[in-house]
Antibody, heavy 116, light 107 residues
Framework: EVQLVESGGGLVQPGGSLRLSCAAS????????MNWVRQAPGKGLEWVSY????????YYADSVKGRFTISRDNAKNSLYLQMNSLRAEDTAVYYC?????????WGQGTLVTVSS | EIVLTQSPATLSLSPGERATLSCRAS??????LAWYQQKPGQAPRLLIY???NRATGIPARFSGSGSGTDFTLTISSLEPEDFAVYYC?????????FGQGTKVEIK
């Protein structure tokens, strides 16, 4: 069974940093494209970033470009999102999700709150 | 960026009724459109991909249709567990965009 478990969320001040992790199991992680998607409280879904299976291709939404960095460690079956220069509008539940064309599997999400 | 517009924003129906949800793209996405269901406090779940293919384990009462710019998700007969928010999604130029969602609520 595919399982994705996010961690690393929490309360951070504006301008601060946070690193999210997504632990994958139940499938061959190194063969799968991965994404981060976020959802602000009471709002819709927003794609954040994509990384290819090897990590060689990466894309970001304009809203996070230059501030967030996606990476993966295939030996550890893990996906990461380094978030710097955080803003109040980055407050959201962050989900990791498998897939290139669409999100086939989702984690349960981790809440990031940016507030002073 | 391709914008997806879903309608209606809210659909009030009774169990057993048919639900028809619309998703319109600002430019053609061919058949590269997916639908998701999200219940409160839960992650979204993939229902339909490539406009009309049901994902693994999705009941046959869910069906998708359309191509180009106009797409429809149909739930043939609503079950109590189907009351949720539904999102459409497309990928172009390696960017995913989502519609704003349609809430299917109990009438």
């Amino acid at each position: 069974e595919v399982q994705l478990v996010e961690s690393g969320g929490g309360l951070v001040q504006p301008g601060g940093s946070l690193r999210l992790s997504c632990a994958a199991s139940g499938f061959t992680f190194s063969s799968y494209e991965m994404n981060w998607v976020r959802q602000a409280p009471g709002k819709g879904l927003e794609w954040v970033s994509y990384i290819s299976s090897s990590g060689s291709t990466i894309y970001y939404a304009d809203s996070v470009k230059g501030r967030f960095t996606i990476s993966r460690d295939n030996a550890k079956n893990s996906l990461y999102l380094q978030m710097n220069s955080l803003r109040a509008e980055d407050t959201a539940v962050y989900y990791c999700a498998t897939g290139g064309e669409m999100a086939t599997n989702w984690g349960q999400g981790t809440l990031v709150t940016v507030s002073s | 960026e391709i914008v997806l517009t879903q309608s209606p924003a809210t659909l009030s129906l009774s169990p057993g009724e048919r639900a028809t949800l619309s998703c319109r793209a600002s430019q053609s996405v061919s058949s590269y459109l997916a639908w998701y269901q999200q219940k409160p406090g839960q992650a979204p779940r993939l229902l339909i991909y490539d406009a009309s293919n049901r994902a693994t384990g999705i009941p046959a009462r869910f069906s998708g249709s359309g191509s180009g710019t106009d797409f429809t998700l149909t739930i043939s007969s609503l079950e109590p567990e189907d009351f949720a928010v539904y999102y459409c999604q497309q990928r172009s130029n390696w960017q995913w965009t989502f519609g704003q969602g349609t809430k299917v609520e109990i009438k």
